[in-house]
């Protein structure tokens, strides 16, 4: 039988296999008794010569290919000679798709992945887009018809953010403009050019730091306060109460507290840049003898409106993204307390750093114009 389809040679360099015959589909059992048949115990290499073939197909170039592989196996080198091309195509196919099989699934889920991807940014966007779009409905909308803005929620609103506010924005600006004080005095001092720490205080407090801490402040505190209101009352069918007293809870709930923060903002600003000067202005006095009178006259010098303006100017934009995260969150709540807990904090974390992406915006366009 084994004569029909193959002969073999043995030396000591290799062993030899000489195929014939026809290797086709009919023959499989046949080719694979007689392939079994071979004693390929050693260690030398095995060389199939295909010079003898008559005829052969897919089935039979695959018989072919599992005896090398098996060979390899072993740890012994296999190899092909005398194919024909006509013949070779077959083994070649076999051999590719082998190559590529274990590549496939990866691949597959690699494209998996990618459209996963694609998919989960593309609903991202598409939520974001219809997120901003309500919101900016709901605040032109109310703006548009002050008849609709619910007043009484609104003066509410505001001694929340602003009233109850102001002492932990002034105490922190405070604290901030002596820091900024004192390591401007540990620096400048080194090159007796003391005097310039009111120049250094004023412009941060005035252009920067005041209004961004403020801003901070009032994410952490109102943003939040905002969100959990709006999700209680949400968990609790409040906002569907409204709506069956043909109330919109847009107009109740999200324009007084836009409304409200956008005065109060620009506010707490000003305090804080003054509370910030008074602390660089009391660290000046104690660590570098630059009286109070000094101190305001510096300042004077120091800035313009320009400045004044650049800082005031932020502070509704501001207000604008924290009011407006703040109050969205809180409609999406739906579900349970840990939803509730998870959109708060998200609410707060998006404010803080939607404000620190709009703040280096205005700081580049103010460069930008010379501001």
């Not at 190899?79 to 076999?94: T, Y």
């Not at 593309?122 to 109310?142: C, H, N, P, S």
Request: glycine share 8%; proline share 3%; aromatic share 6%.
């Amino acid at each position: 039988m084994t004569a029909d389809y193959l002969t073999t040679a043995r030396d000591d360099e290799r062993i030899a296999i000489g195929l014939r015959g026809d290797w086709l589909f009919e023959n499989v059992p046949t080719l694979e008794a007689s392939l079994d048949e071979i004693d390929t115990s050693g260690s030398e290499p095995v060389v199939f010569h295909c010079g003898g073939l008559q005829n052969i197909d897919i089935a039979g170039a695959y018989v072919l290919f599992r005896k090398s592989q098996e060979i390899r196996g072993q740890g012994r080198e296999t190899d092909f000679e005398g194919f024909k091309a006509a013949h070779f195509k077959f083994l070649n196919s076999i051999t590719d798709l082998e190559e590529r099989a274990p590549e496939a699934p990866a691949q597959r889920a690699a494209a998996s992945r990618a459209r996963s991807v694609v998919s989960a940014v593309g609903a991202t966007a598409v939520q974001g887009v219809q997120d901003v779009g309500r919101i900016a409905f709901a605040i032109l909308d109310g703006i548009s018809k002050p008849s609709r803005i619910v007043w009484r929620e609104t003066i509410s609103q505001f001694e929340q953010v602003a009233v109850r506010a102001t002492p932990i924005i002034v105490m922190v600006c405070f604290l901030m403009g002596l820091v900024l004080a004192y390591q401007g005095a540990t620096q400048l001092q080194k090159f007796g050019a003391s005097i310039f720490v009111v120049d250094l205080v004023t412009i941060s407090i005035i252009r920067e730091m005041g209004v961004l801490l403020a801003a901070i402040i009032v994410a952490g505190r109102s943003g939040s306060a905002f969100a959990a209101s709006i999700g209680v009352m949400n968990l609790n069918e409040e906002t569907d109460a409204l709506r069956v007293m043909g109330l919109n809870p847009d107009h109740v709930l999200v324009v007084p507290r836009v409304v409200a923060l956008t005065i109060a903002l620009p506010l707490l600003t000003v305090l804080a840049n003054l509370a910030g000067l008074a602390g660089g202005a009391i660290l000046c006095q104690l660590v570098l003898d630059i009286s109070p009178t000094q101190f305001i006259q510096r300042t004077a010098d120091a800035i313009d409106m320009a400045d004044i303006l650049v800082g005031l100017s932020k502070a509704p934009v501001f207000a604008l993204l924290i009011a407006a995260v703040s109050t969205l969150r809180g409609l999406q709540v739906r579900s349970s307390a840990a939803e509730l807990g998870r959109l708060t904090t998200i609410a707060v974390v998006q404010s803080i750093t939607l404000i620190i992406v709009a703040d280096g915006i205005f700081t580049v366009i103010f460069v930008r114009y010379g501001v």
